[in-house]
């Protein structure tokens, strides 16, 4: 089996790529399986289950960024996916802190990106794209030329190596390339590792310390006149 996570901000078009590739994984009498990962709310699973009538799931992560809920609970996807005889896995993570990589080494990794999110944005989500193998720059028709093509350059710029699809997913544009790679992907290997190396540790604000103020913390911090620094032991 093969496993593709794809990540990216919110309201990129992630669900609306993977609907496409869905399409089109079936019309080639490949079997999906997808798992939605989001923090309160989420009926995706939902629509694409009746959609496509293919096994979809859920995961709320709850107090537990979804980046950081998808490394804990990969595995237990993989087996479930396994277990339904898929040939491919999709995992689709909300990814909302930006600095997390969801990506697995020797599997694929799509970053869904938003041309409408401005000239900047790839400059601002670090890990998420750096990390990725495939960059969809989706809704391509509501920006100029010229846009596109400032766009593009800023996503080679923070990730070289990257492969770039230009897509208006709602119509379909732009899948058929995607659909390639996936398929040339190496099926899954266990034990799984995560695609470089994630944020430092638990940090005292996540295990719900409330005081506000860098003396009353410690692992990696920072003040407004001190870069990063360490504190404890």
């Known amino acids: 089996m093969k496993l593709v996570i794809f990540a990216g901000p919110p309201t990129c078009g992630k669900t609306t790529v ?10 080639k009498n490949y079997k999906p399986s997808y798992i939605k990962i989001d923090v309160l709310f989420a009926d995706e699973d ?6 496509f009538h293919i096994p979809s799931r859920k995961i709320y992560s709850g107090e537990l960024c979804p980046d950081h809920c998808n490394v804990v609970i990969l595995d237990e996807a993989v087996e479930w996916a396994e277990k339904s005889e898929s040939d491919y896995l999709f995992v689709e993570t909300a990814g909302l802190c930006l600095r997390c990589s969801p990506y697995v080494e020797n599997s694929l990794g799509v970053v869904v990106l938003e041309a409408t999110s401005g000239m900047n944005l790839p400059r601002k989500i670090g890990p998420m794209l750096t990390l990725a193998d495939i960059a969809v720059i989706t809704k391509i028709d509501l920006i100029s030329q010229a846009e596109r093509e400032v766009f593009r350059y800023r996503v080679l710029e923070a990730a070289s190596e990257i492969a ?4 208006n997913a709602l119509y379909g544009i732009g899948i058929d390339p995607i659909v390639k790679i996936i398929e040339k992907t190496n099926d899954v290997e266990h034990p799984m590792f995560l695609k470089g190396n994630p944020p430092v540790g638990t940090c005292t604000i996540c295990v719900g310390k409330k005081e506000i103020g860098a003396k009353n913390h410690f692992g990696v911090l920072r003040t407004m006149e001190q870069d990063l620094f360490y504190v404890g032991e």
Not at 18 to 27: A, Y
Not at 46 to 51: A, G, K, L, S
Not at 164 to 167: D, K, R, Y
């Open 18 to 27: 993977i609907k496409q590739v869905i399409k089109r994984m079936l019309k």
């Open 46 to 51: 939902e629509n694409i289950r009746n959609e």
């Open 164 to 167: 770039i699809v230009e897509s």
